[in-house]
């Protein structure tokens, strides 16, 4: 089994940055994809980012060229840097790992992370 452990969420004024960290545990020798997942109130979850083992790297068409996900295999940890951050992307974000990308995009056999609360207000 895999787990996940995100943080780094918080409060943040808009146009202002944040980092989440997605520590992962256990089996991870079956993990090939990662990825970030958010949901916002009343809202159904829909896909942030995800980074394949061999460096495959997808987004959201909202959150290109502000977000950028990465991921340190040393230290079995993936990352979220949010940049100009807006009130719409105040949601719970969750971190998400997957044998293989379209098992991670298709929500497949993926194991999930207890979310983080990003807040983007004034």
């Known amino acids: 089994q895999v787990q996940l452990v995100e943080s780094g969420g918080g409060l943040v004024q808009p146009g202002g940055s944040l980092t989440l960290s997605c520590a992962a545990s256990?089996?991870?020798?079956?993990?090939?994809?990662m990825g970030w997942y958010r949901q916002a109130p009343g809202k159904q979850r829909e896909l942030v980012a995800l980074?394949?083992?061999?460096?495959?790297?997808k987004y959201t068409d909202s959150v290109k060229g502000r977000f950028t996900i990465s991921r340190d295999n040393a230290k079995n940890t993936m990352y979220l840097q949010m940049n100009s951050l807006s009130p719409e992307d105040t949601a719970v974000y969750y971190c998400a790992a997957g044998d293989n990308y379209l098992h991670l995009i298709l929500q497949i056999q993926t194991t999930w992370g207890q979310g983080t609360q990003v807040t983007v207000s004034s």
């Open positions: 256990g089996s991870i020798t079956s993990i090939n994809a």
């Open positions: 980074i394949s083992s061999g460096g495959t790297i």
